[in-house]
C-alpha cells in the first residue's frame, strides 16, 4: 500500500521548536522530490518547503527562511522538517506530499500526486 505517513507535531510555546518526519510505505522515497504543505483554519493551503529527489536542492515559502530546514534520510525512508523559533503563525496541519513527475522539487501543490493525512502543529502559550 502506498502512504506517506506525518507525525512530530504537538503543540508548542513560541520561540519553540518541533521536528516533523514523513515517512512513507510502498514507495522508496529517495527516488522522488518531497514537499511539506500546510493549512490553517479558513485559510488555503500553502507550500511550506521542498527537496528536490537528490537533497540537493532545497525551496522555502519566504515566511520559513531561516527557521524552518527540510532534509531527507533515504537509508530511513523519511523526510524531515525540522521549524525552530516556531511563532502562532505557524499554527496548521501540516502535510507532507510525493511528486512523480521529474526530480525537482516545487512548492505548488498541485504537482504533487501523493499526500499524507496531516499532523498537527499548534504555537501558543
Known amino acids: 500500500q502506498l502512504q506517506l505517513v506525518e507525525s512530530g507535531g504537538g503543540l508548542v510555546q513560541p520561540g519553540g521548536s518541533l521536528r516533523l518526519s514523513c515517512a512513507a510505505s510502498?514507495?522508496?522515497?529517495?527516488?522522488?522530490?518531497i514537499g511539506w504543505f500546510r493549512q490553517a483554519p479558513g485559510k488555503e493551503r500553502e507550500g511550506v518547503s521542498c527537496i528536490s529527489r537528490s537533497g540537493g536542492s532545497t525551496d522555502y515559502a519566504d515566511s520559513v527562511k531561516g527557521r524552518f530546514t527540510i532534509s531527507r534520510d533515504n537509508i530511513k525512508n523519511t523526510v524531515y522538517l525540522q521549524m525552530n523559533s516556531l511563532k502562532p503563525e505557524n499554527t496548521a496541519v501540516y502535510y507532507c506530499a510525493l511528486k512523480i513527475g521529474g526530480p525537482t522539487q516545487s512548492l505548488a501543490g498541485d504537482e504533487y500526486d501523493y499526500w499524507g493525512q496531516g499532523t498537527q502543529v499548534t504555537v501558543s502559550s
Open positions: 510502498g514507495f522508496v522515497l529517495d527516488y522522488y522530490a
